[in-house]
């Protein structure tokens, strides 16, 4: 569907964080010829309000006239945001040390509840999330490295704009962007995974780092580049259970609209991540982690995570 000339003022700075929740569970190599399902669902509370790095009572942010080209400062307050994906990851071995891979949100659920404040009045609305297929991200992983102890994995992906990115709020107006299935444009991600055993076979350590560089819509909106880390321990406890903690890191720039930078746009965020593994066969494998933030430092006032949890399952074929 194409921006018509009347369009009117969408809302756009509401933070997605629901792919801040690492788990690891596709960042293996694979043998030739062997595929891989991993099968994930997402949950992310978003609604704890933070001014900089210290909470606060309110959250104004702006809003977007995308058919003016300009931005409506202090547009509406933010409540609460909810995400929830189902998401798909495969991945199949080339060779081996070379594995493709690919992404698909399957179902991606936004539900934000915030107030508009237009002519001095205030109007609640919780229609403005969306549901749909998101973006399909299509890459390759590379195991420079492997040794009975050590594994260095680096990998690059092309994120394309497959899911729909021009949804209309309860006003007919196109929703902000962070709410959208999709972004509508085409990014670049860069990334590695190390990992040693320390104390073989029970315990691992691991490292890992991403950069993606997102492109602009044709909107002339372009959500901040994005600097991704991890650090973790996982310890087999015994039996089939694996267990795993790591510290996640997540920095993203401000969001650019026509070349501007947008307010109540980019943050910092630390979690600690706990989690379980269950290997339920020699193939199979059944998860949950629970991210718990430790640090929340973000741009003039936003909407942060306040919990969040994955669960799924990993198959080998």
């Given at each position: 569907m194409g921006l018509g000339l009347g369009a009117a003022p969408g809302h756009a700075t509401c933070g997605s964080t629901a792919c801040f929740l690492s788990t690891l569970t596709q960042d293996g190599s694979l043998a030739k010829s062997a595929f891989r399902l991993d099968l994930s669902y997402r949950y992310v509370d978003?609604?704890?309000?933070?001014?900089?790095?210290s909470s606060t009572d309110e959250v104004l942010t702006p809003g977007v006239d995308f058919?003016?080209?300009?931005?409506?400062?202090?547009?509406?307050?933010?409540?609460?945001?909810?995400?929830q994906l189902v998401q798909a990851d495969l991945g199949y071995g080339l060779t081996g040390r070379l594995t493709l891979l690919a992404s698909v949100p399957l179902v991606s659920i936004k539900h934000h509840e915030h107030v508009v404040i237009e002519d001095g009045t205030e109007r609640f609305s919780d229609g403005?999330?969306?549901?749909?297929?998101?973006?399909?991200?299509?890459?390759?992983?590379?195991?420079?490295?492997?040794?009975?102890?050590?594994?260095?994995?680096?990998t690059a992906a092309v994120k394309?704009?497959?899911?729909?990115?021009?949804?209309?709020?309860?006003?007919?107006?196109?929703?902000?962007?962070?709410?959208?299935?999709?972004?509508?444009?085409?990014?670049?991600i860069g990334g590695f995974v190390y990992s040693r055993q320390i104390l073989a076979p029970w315990t691992e350590i691991f490292l890992s780092?991403?950069?993606?560089?997102?492109?602009?819509?044709?909107?002339?909106?372009?959500?901040?580049?994005?600097t991704q880390a991890a650090a973790g321990i996982t310890r087999r406890l015994g039996g089939r259970w694996t267990g795993n903690v790591q510290l996640n890191l997540r920095?993203?720039?401000?969001?650019?609209?026509?070349?501007?930078?947008?307010?109540?746009?980019?943050?910092?965020?630390?979690?600690?991540?706990?989690?379980?593994r269950f290997q339920a066969s020699a193939s199979l494998s059944v998860y949950a982690f629970v991210p718990v933030p430790l640090y929340q430092r973000v741009n003039e006032a936003q909407l942060t995570p306040r919990i969040g949890v994955v669960a799924g399952f990993s198959r080998q074929f």
């Open positions: 978003q609604s704890r309000k933070r001014s900089g790095t058919a003016a080209g300009e931005l409506e400062l202090d547009h509406h307050r933010e409540i609460k945001t909810g995400f403005d999330g969306t549901i749909g297929v998101g973006d399909l991200q299509l890459g390759a992983r590379y195991a420079f490295l492997a040794s009975p102890r050590d594994l260095l994995l680096t394309l704009p497959t899911g729909a990115y021009r949804r209309l709020d309860t006003e007919g107006k196109i929703t902000e962007p962070s709410l959208q299935p999709g972004t509508g444009s085409t990014d670049v780092a991403s950069y993606r560089h997102n492109g602009t819509s044709d909107l002339d909106y372009k959500l901040g580049d994005e920095h993203a720039r401000r969001d650019r609209f026509v070349g501007e930078d947008v307010p109540s746009t980019g943050s910092t965020l630390v979690n600690l991540t706990p989690g379980l």
